[in-house]
Nanobody
Framework: VQLQASGGGLVQAGGSLRLSCAAS????????MGWFRQAPGKEREFVAA????????YYADSVKGRFTIFRDNAKNTLHLQMNSLKPEDTAVYYC?????????????WGQGTLVTVSS
């Protein structure tokens, strides 16, 4: 499975961005897709996840109500709509795919896309 993330950029606080993650290869082998982020000097953290078949979604408390994860099954593409962005959302965002919601169960990772939110 290959994952290609895109859509990052520079945005002012309060603005919006949509990230995309295109999946190719053996896409039937994973069950969950998610977004993680890593800010400078910090550990990678969970942002949001979606169960590919049923559509159940999960969010970190820090983004709940502001971010929405959704998928396009036909195009094997994952999206993260980010609204009301805050400077603390600045990070490299990674998409990932795997067989469960635990961090260790994500086996496939994209290359990351940088999101910078200015105050």
């Amino acid at each position: 499975v290959q994952l290609q993330a895109s859509g990052g950029g520079l945005v002012q606080a309060g603005g919006s961005l949509r990230l995309s993650c295109a999946a190719s290869g053996r896409t039937f082998t994973y069950y969950v897709m998610g977004w993680f982020r890593q800010a400078p000097g910090k550990e990678r953290e969970f942002v949001a996840a979606i169960v590919w078949s049923g559509g159940s979604t999960y969010y970190a408390d820090s983004v709940k109500g502001r971010f929405t994860i959704f998928r396009d099954n036909a195009k094997n593409t994952l999206h993260l709509q980010m609204n009301s962005l805050k400077p603390e959302d600045t990070a490299v965002y990674y998409c990932a795919a795997g067989h469960g919601l635990g961090y260790a169960q994500y086996h496939y990772w994209g290359q990351g896309t940088l999101v910078t939110v200015s105050s």
